[in-house]
T-cell receptor
Framework: GAGVSQSPSNKVTEKGKDVELRCDPI?????LYWYRQSLGQGLEFLIY????????KSGLPSDRFSAERTGGSVSTLTIQRTQQEDSAVYLC????????????????FGEGSWLTVV | AQKITQTQPGMFVQEKEAVTLDCTYD???????LFWYKQPSSGEMIFLIY??????QNATEGRYSLNFQKARKSANLVISASQLGDSAMYFC???????????????FGEGTQLTVNP
C-alpha cells in the first residue's frame, strides 16, 4: 500500500481479554517499529523489527506484551489479559533503512490503533 | 537522562507569523538523525522534516525549516507564515543506532502543543 496501514483503527475490549493489533508497513520497508501513546503523553517505544527479527525488545512493558513479524512484512502486537492501563493509541511505523544519520530513511507512521480497555 | 528535550509544553502564535519550537538532544553517537513530526487531534503522526548529523546545511521543507546547531545539540523547528491548520502537537525525535548491525531507535520528546490564533 501507499502508507503504513494499521487495524483495527479502534478497539474496545473487556479487562482480561486478549487483543491483537496488526500493522502492514510500506512495501519494501525492512524496519518496523511499535510505539504506544497514552492520552496527552509522548510516544513510548515498544519494539523494533529488522526484517523478521527483533533485536530490541527492551520497551515491552510486561510479559503480557508480545510481537511478531512474518515474511518481513506484516507485524502483529498481542496484548494478553488486558488491563485498563493498556488503554492507549498503538502506533506502528516503518522505514526503508536503519542508519542513524542516513538521509532518506524517513520513518513513516500509520494512523494508529486506539485501544480502550473497560 | 532525557535524550530529547522539548521545553515548551505549549506555544501560541498569531496567524501569518513565524514561530520557533525548541528541541535539544543528547547523544554520543556521531551518526544520528533528527526528525520533526506533527500530530493533529486526529492522532496521526505526520512527518515534517529531517536533518542528518552530517548535513552541512539546515533542512527546509516548504514553510518548515530546521535550525540545526550541532555544537549546542539543538534542532529547533521554525514554521513561517503560520496557518490555522498548523495547530497541533509537534514532536521532535532522534534516531540513533541501537548497536552496530542491529538497527536504530527513534526516541521522542514530550511534544509542544502549538495553537495558531486567527
Amino acid at each position: 500500500g501507499a502508507g503504513v496501514s494499521q487495524s483495527p483503527s479502534n478497539k474496545v475490549t473487556e479487562k482480561g481479554k486478549d487483543v491483537e493489533l496488526r500493522c502492514d508497513p510500506i512495501s519494501g520497508h525492512t524496519a518496523l517499529y511499535w510505539y504506544r501513546q497514552s492520552l496527552g503523553q509522548g510516544l513510548e517505544f515498544l519494539i523494533y523489527f529488522q526484517g523478521n527479527s527483533a533485536p530490541d525488545k527492551s520497551g515491552l512493558p510486561s510479559d503480557r506484551f508480545s510481537a511478531e513479524r512474518t515474511g518481513g512484512s506484516v507485524s502483529t502486537l498481542t496484548i494478553q489479559r488486558t488491563q485498563q492501563e493498556d488503554s492507549a493509541v498503538y502506533l506502528c511505523a516503518s522505514s526503508s533503512g536503519t542508519g542513524g544519520g542516513q538521509p532518506g530513511n524517513t520513518i513513516y507512521f500509520g494512523e494508529g490503533s486506539w485501544l480502550t480497555v473497560v | 537522562a532525557q535524550k530529547i528535550t522539548q521545553t515548551q509544553p505549549g506555544m501560541f502564535v498569531q496567524e501569518k507569523e513565524a514561530v520557533t519550537l525548541d528541541c535539544t538532544y543528547d547523544t554520543s553517537d556521531p551518526s544520528y538523525g533528527l526528525f520533526w513530526y506533527k500530530q493533529p487531534s486526529s492522532g496521526e503522526m505526520i512527518f515534517l522534516i529531517y536533518q542528518g548529523s552530517y548535513d552541512q546545511q539546515n533542512a527546509t521543507e516548504g514553510r518548515y525549516s530546521l535550525n540545526f546547531q550541532k555544537a549546542r545539540k539543538s534542532a529547533n523547528l521554525v514554521i513561517s507564515a503560520s496557518q490555522l491548520g498548523d495547530s497541533a502537537m509537534y514532536f521532535c525525535a532522534m534516531r540513533e543506532v541501537i548497536r552496530k548491525g542491529s538497527g536504530s531507535r527513534l526516541t521522542f520528546g514530550e511534544g509542544t502543543q502549538l495553537t495558531v490564533n486567527p
